[in-house]
């Protein structure tokens, strides 16, 4: 019979040696996609930083201090 607790962890909640050797064909590929993936949201956040640092925003209008009311209250 199979023992129906079977899983890929220790009691410790330690990968066994099933699960790393199920993941080692996986893991230089996977380190490679997050690395791209980080480069590109990188050179995304930096462009985008770049591009409104710029923009010196002379073309908008800004209105001049509030003024009193006529009636004094």
Do not use: W
Request: with cysteine.
């Amino acid at each position: 019979m199979a023992n129906p607790h079977s899983t890929y962890y220790d009691r410790r909640l330690r990968q066994g040696p099933a699960l790393i050797r199920a993941r080692r064909p996986y893991l230089f590929k996977n380190a490679i996609t997050g690395l791209g993936l980080c480069a590109i949201v990188g050179g995304i956040y930096y462009y985008t930083l770049n591009a409104v640092g710029q923009d010196n925003f002379e073309d908008v209008k800004v209105p001049d201090a509030p003024r009193k009311s006529a009636q004094g209250n």
